[in-house]
C-alpha cells in the first residue's frame, strides 16, 4: 500500500511519498503556497485531500482536492452566523465522517466551534450546540486561542463524538451534536483558582483507539487516560516521563495500552524536555514511558505541535513526527528507530498519513 | 469597465486569474464581484482588517471607503497588508 504523508507546514501543504516498507521517499510540494496548513488529511473514502488553511490577510477556510493536489478549491463562504456575534478565527482539524456517510465530514475551529459538512466539504453547517454551550462564558483563550482541535468518532454510533477543545475542555455528544456535555472529571487546570473545573480545561489532543472506547489525552496540565469515555480520567505522567506537558499524541492502531507523547519543558518554555527530541512510549496503558530516540537528533530545543504525530496501521505500524524546526521523521518499526525523511520545511504545523492510490 | 487586479495567492484562489473586468458603480460592487469575495471580507460582511484596496494608486481610506463611487475606468488594485512572518 503506498503510503503519503501529509506535512501541514507555515507555508503551504508538502506530501511525503513511499511504499509500505517507508524506506524511501519522495517530496511534493508545497502545495496551498502561503497559506498556513494546520491540519490536512486524505480521506479515506474517495481520496480527497482536506487541508485547514489560514492566512494572516485572507482569513481561514478549509481547502479541498480531488485530483491528488492539481487543484485546489475552498469552501463556500465559511463562517459563524451573525447573531453569534463571533468571528471565525482559524481552521485546525478536519475529520471524515463515518464511511457509511459518505459526503460527511467534521471541522474543527477557533473560537471553540465545530461544523459540519454533508456535501464532502463544499459548505459547512455550524454546530449550534456547541456555539452557544452554556458553560461557554467560562471558557478563556490561551495561547493558541480557543481551538476546538480534536474530533474523535465511535466507530459503532455515528452519532457519539467527542471533541477536544483548548481552554475548554473535552465534550460528548450522542446525539450527532444536539447535546454536549463536559467529561473533564479528574483532569487538572492548575492555572485557574478552581483546579478541577467542571470546564476549562486545557486539552491539547484528545484521542480515541481504534479498537477499544479508551480516551487518550495531552493535557496542558499532564497525560490522560480515561476508560469509560470521559466520565473519569487517570493521571499517567508520573512514572517516566520529564514533563507532563505536551501537544502531540500519538497511538497503537491495535493495542489500546500502548501511546506515544512527546514531552515538553513546560508552558513557560514550550521547547523540547531536555534540550532533545525524543518520543516517550507507555506499552502498559501509562504505568511507565519509556524514551525512544535513536536516528532523533540529540541536541533538540524545537517543538512539536498539537497535530506534530500521526500514526499508520500497517503491521508493524508507522509513526511520523514533525517538528518546527522544518523536520519530518519517520519510524517504520513502531517507533523504535527513526529517519528524518524531510527537513529545511516551513516550520511543521501538522502531520498526518494516508494511503495513497 | 472597472478593472480589479489580484495578489497572486487571491489569483490561485480565483483559477489562476489575477485580472478582472466587472461593471460596477462603488468599490463595495467591485469586490462583491469577484470569486475570492468571502476572502476579502469576513461572514459578517467587514472588509478584513488586512486587505488593502487602492483605485487608481488611492487607498481607499481617502476615497471615503467601500462606498466610494467608480466611474467604470479604475483599476483597483488588492494587497495583502504586510503582516506576519
Given at each position: ?9 507555515k ?5 511525503l511519498?513511499s ?5 524511501g ?19 479515506p ?12 490577510v485572507?482569513?481561514?477556510t ?8 492539481k ?13 453569534s ?14 464511511a ?6 467534521w471541522l474543527?475551529?477557533a473560537?471553540g466551534?465545530?461544523f459540519?459538512?454533508n456535501?464532502?466539504?463544499?459548505t459547512w453547517?455550524?454546530i449550534?450546540?456547541l456555539?452557544a ?6 471558557w478563556?483563550?490561551g ?10 468518532l ?6 457519539h463524538?467527542?471533541?477536544?477543545i483548548?481552554a475548554?475542555g ?12 463536559p467529561?473533564?472529571s479528574?483532569t487538572?487546570?492548575?492555572f485557574?483558582?478552581?483546579?478541577y473545573p467542571?470546564v476549562g ?7 480515541r483507539?481504534?479498537?477499544s ?7 496542558h ?8 469515555g470521559?466520565?473519569?480520567?487517570q493521571?499517567?505522567?508520573?512514572n ?11 497511538l ?8 506515544f ?10 521547547v523540547?524536555s531536555?534540550?532533545?527530541?525524543g ?8 504505568a ?9 537528533p ?7 505541535l ?9 503491521d508493524?505500524?508507522g ?7 522544518g ?5 517504520a ?8 525523511i524531510a527537513?529545511q ?8 498519513v494516508?494511503?495513497w492510490? | ?10 489569483a490561485?484562489?480565483a ?7 466587472v ?17 476579502l471580507f ?9 486587505v488593502?484596496?487602492y ?9 471615503g ?5 467608480l ?8 494587497v495583502?497588508?504586510?503582516?506576519g512572518?
Amino acid at each position: 500500500m503506498p503510503v503519503v504523508v501529509l506535512a501541514g507546514t507555515k507555508k503551504g501543504l508538502f506530501l511525503l511519498r513511499s511504499d509500505e516498507l517507508r524506506q524511501g521517499w519522495t517530496l511534493d510540494g508545497p502545495h496551498l503556497v502561503g497559506w498556513s496548513v494546520y491540519h490536512a488529511i486524505l480521506d479515506p473514502r474517495d481520496g480527497v485531500l482536506h487541508a485547514c488553511t489560514n492566512h494572516e490577510v485572507y482569513g481561514a477556510t478549509v481547502h479541498r482536492s480531488r485530483d491528488l493536489g492539481k487543484t485546489w478549491e475552498h469552501a463556500e463562504n465559511l463562517g459563524l452566523p451573525d447573531d453569534s456575534k463571533l468571528k471565525l478565527e482559524r481552521t485546525w482539524h478536519v475529520e471524515p465522517g463515518h464511511a457509511d456517510q459518505p459526503g460527511r465530514l467534521w471541522l474543527g475551529a477557533a473560537p471553540g466551534v465545530l461544523f459540519r459538512s454533508n456535501d464532502g466539504g463544499a459548505t459547512w453547517q455550524t454546530i449550534e450546540g456547541l456555539l452557544a454551550h452554556p458553560t461557554r462564558e467560562r471558557w478563556f483563550p490561551g495561547a493558541g486561542g480557543m481551538c476546538c482541535h480534536s474530533i474523535q468518532l465511535d466507530p459503532a454510533d455515528a452519532n457519539h463524538l467527542h471533541v477536544g477543545i483548548s481552554a475548554a475542555g473535552v465534550f460528548r455528544t450522542h446525539d450527532g451534536g444536539e447535546q454536549w456535555t463536559p467529561v473533564n472529571s479528574g483532569t487538572a487546570a492548575d492555572f485557574l483558582p478552581d483546579p478541577y473545573p467542571e470546564v476549562g480545561q486545557c486539552v491539547h489532543k484528545l484521542l480515541r483507539c481504534a479498537e477499544s472506547s479508551r480516551l487518550w489525552q495531552q493535557n496542558h496540565c499532564g497525560v490522560y487516560r480515561s476508560d469509560d469515555g470521559g466520565d473519569s480520567w487517570q493521571r499517567l505522567d508520573g512514572n517516566g516521563l520529564p514533563s507532563g506537558f505536551g501537544f502531540a499524541l500519538a497511538l497503537h492502531p491495535r493495542d489500546a495500552d500502548t501511546a506515544f507523547v512527546v514531552p515538553i519543558e513546560g508552558a513557560e518554555n514550550r521547547v523540547t524536555s531536555g534540550g532533545r527530541l525524543g518520543v516517550y512510549r507507555t506499552s502498559d496503558a501509562g504505568a511507565s514511558w519509556d524514551l525512544s530516540m535513536e536516528g532523533l537528533p540529540e541536541h533538540a530545543w524545537t517543538g512539536v505541535l498539537r497535530e506534530g504525530m500521526a500514526f499508520d496501521a500497517l503491521d508493524p505500524f508507522g509513526l511520523y513526527l514533525g517538528a518546527q524546526s522544518g523536520s519530518v521523521f519517520a519510524s517504520a518499526d513502531e517507533g523504535q528507530t527513526w529517519t528524518e525523511i524531510a527537513s529545511q520545511l516551513p516550520p511543521v504545523l501538522s502531520v498526518e498519513v494516508g494511503a495513497w492510490s | 469597465m472597472v478593472v480589479v487586479v489580484l495578489p497572486p495567492i487571491l489569483a490561485a484562489e480565483a483559477g489562476g486569474q489575477s485580472r478582472f473586468e466587472v461593471e460596477a458603480s462603488t468599490v463595495q460592487e467591485a469586490l462583491g464581484a469577484l470569486p475570492v469575495v468571502d476572502r476579502l471580507f469576513d461572514e459578517h460582511a467587514s472588509l478584513r482588517s488586512l486587505v488593502n484596496v487602492y483605485v487608481d494608486g488611492v487607498d481607499l481610506r481617502e476615497r471615503g471607503g467601500l462606498s466610494a463611487k467608480l466611474s467604470g475606468t479604475e483599476t483597483i488594485r488588492l494587497v495583502g497588508a504586510i503582516a506576519g512572518g
